[in-house]
C-alpha cells in the first residue's frame, strides 16, 4: 500500500552519483584538453640547439663566436681568451698585462660580455698538458685569487674550497687532480674541491697515469711512500725512492741505491739479476741488463734472455719487441705473433686492434688474431662512434672495429650532403647519389659537427655550409694550417694548441 509518497523509492534517483558522474565527465573533458595543448606546444616547439664557443681571432682583437660562426663576444681584447668549457658561456680573458713588472689582471664573463665573480682578484683556468704537450683545462673548477691566496671555485661560482692556498697547479697530464701548496707544503684537492692530501708533503706525484691508481708522496724527510686515491696510506713514506711503474700488486722502490720489486705486503720479490727494471707485466717484469731487455717472472726465473732492444707489454701477455731496428709482436714464450717488419707498432685498446708503422709511412692494421686486415694510411681512428678511416690507393674507405666497410651515410648520420670524388676533383651528393655541390674543387671535407666543410680551389680555402651553398669564397692560404676545419666564414688557427678560429 502506497504511504503517499510521490515515487517509489526503489525507483528514486541518486542525486549523489549524479553529481559525481557529471565532476568526472567535466574532469576528463579538462584533463583531454590539457592534453591536446601540450601536444600541440611539444609539436610547434622546437628543441633549443646546444651551443659551443670558440674564441675568435680577428683584426688583432680577441672574441667568441658560436657554433653557426655567429659572433657572441665582438673582438676587443688583447689576449686570447680561455673557454674552459666549449659548452658553457664562461670565457676568462687577460688583460693590463705589464711585462716589466710581470703583472696582470683577469676577469671571467658571460655570452653578454657581463663580468662574473668580481669579489675575485684573479680568476684563471686549471691549465694542463698531456704527453705531447698538448694543452687542456679542467672543467669543473677554477682557481681564484684573493688578498694573496688561491682557492677554487666551480663552473657556477660556488666556492669549493677554501681560499688559503699560497699556489695551486695541475698534476701534469693527471686530471682530477690539483695540487696546492700552504707554507712550502704540497696537499692535493680533486676537481670538486675535496681534500685527498694534507699540505704536509714536500713533493706528491701520480702513481702511474690515472689519477684512479693513487699517488707517489715524499715527506720532508726525503723518503717516498704510496697513498691511494682516497689518501689512504698503501706504503709508508720509508723509501729511499720509488719508481713510477704501476702495478696493483707489486711495487719499484730504491733500496742503497739498487730497485727492489716487493709486494703489498712489503716483502721483498725480486732482488736481483737484473739492472734496471722497465715495466711490471701481468706475468713478470721486464728488465734490463747489460743494455738488452729481456723478462723474468716473480719468481725469478728467466722467461726471455736480455737480447732485445726493446720490450714492453702492449696488450696482455702480448709484448711489443725490437730487434736490429725493426719491431714486431712476441709472447712470453718468444712465439713471434707479428713478424719483425714494422718501425713501431700502437695498441689501441677500445678498438682492440694493432697499429703497425710501415716504413713507406702507412699503416698495416692488424686485429687481435694477429691477421693482418688492411694496409693502407689511417687518416683517422674515431673511438667514440666506432670507425676508422682509411686511405687505400687514391681514395677513403670506412670500417668498423670488426672491420666491415661501412657507408658514408652510416658514419656521418647527421649530414645531408656528402664528399665525392669524380675525376681527380671533388664536390658533394646527397643519400641518392644526386650531385648537390659540382665537382669543381681540388680538395674538400666532409661536413663536420657544426654543419661546414672546407673547399679548395687553385690553392685557397674556403666554406661551404651543410645544404651545400657558399658560405666563404676560396680565399685563405692555409698551406700553414696542420689540420684544415670551418665554422661559418671562420677557418682553424694554425695553432692547434690556441684552438681559435680566424678570418685571415
Known sequence: MSRGRRYNEDERINMKKVCA??????????????????????????????????????????GIIGTNGEIIINPMYQEIPIVVDKEKDIFLFTYDINEEEGTYKTKAVNKNNEE?????????????????????????????????????????????SEVIYDDIKTLKGIENSILVKKDDKYGLLNCKGVKILDTVYSDITCFGDNYINGYITKNEDGKYGIVNVSGETILDNTYEEIENIY??????????????????????????????????????IVFIKDSKYGIM????????????????????????????????????????????????????????????????????????????????????????????????????KYYNYKFEEKDIKDIYINNNIYLSKKDGKFGFVDSKGNVVVDY???????????????IKKDGLWGSIDKEGKIVAEPTYNLDNNLKIDFIGKWHLGVDLNMNYYCDK
Open 21 to 62: 558522474v557529471i565532476i568526472a565527465f567535466i574532469v576528463i573533458i579538462i584533463v583531454a584538453i590539457m592534453i591536446r595543448k601540450l601536444l600541440i606546444t611539444a609539436k610547434n616547439t622546437k628543441p633549443a640547439e646546444a651551443i659551443n664557443y670558440y674564441a675568435l681571432y680577428q683584426d688583432n682583437k680577441w
Open 440 to 454: 669543381n674543387y681540388d680538395d674538400a671535407t666532409e661536413i663536420n659537427e657544426y654543419g661546414y666543410a672546407a
Open 297 to 396: 717472472d716473480f719468481e725469478g726465473n728467466i722467461l726471455l734472455d736480455a737480447e732485445f732492444d726493446v720490450l714492453n707489454e702492449v696488450n696482455t701477455g702480448v709484448l711489443l719487441a725490437q730487434k736490429d731496428g725493426k719491431v714486431g709482436l712476441i709472447d712470453k714464450e718468444k712465439n713471434e705473433k707479428v713478424a719483425f717488419n714494422f718501425k713501431n707498432i700502437y695498441y689501441n685498446d677500445k678498438a682492440n686492434i694493432y697499429i703497425a708503422e710501415n716504413e713507406d709511412l702507412t699503416q698495416t692494421i692488424i686485429d687481435s688474431n694477429f691477421e693482418t686486415k688492411m694496409i693502407g694510411i689511417l687518416s683517422e681512428l674515431n673511438t667514440d662512434k666506432g670507425y676508422m678511416k682509411i686511405k687505400i690507393d687514391d681514395g677513403y
Open 116 to 160: 662574473l665573480w668580481n669579489n675575485y682578484d684573479k680568476i684563471e683556468a686549471l691549465e694542463n698538458y698531456d704527453s705531447s704537450e698538448n694543452v687542456w683545462y679542467e672543467k669543473n673548477a677554477l682557481k681564484v685569487q684573493k688578498d694573496g691566496k688561491w682557492g677554487l671555485i666551480n663552473l657556477e661560482g660556488k666556492e669549493i
Open 247 to 284: 702495478s696493483d700488486k707489486y711495487f719499484v722502490i730504491v733500496e742503497n741505491g739498487k730497485q727492489q720489486l716487493i709486494n703489498k705486503e712489503k716483502e721483498k720479490v725480486l732482488t736481483d739479476n737484473f739492472d734496471e727494471i722497465k715495466q711490471i707485466t701481468s706475468f713478470g
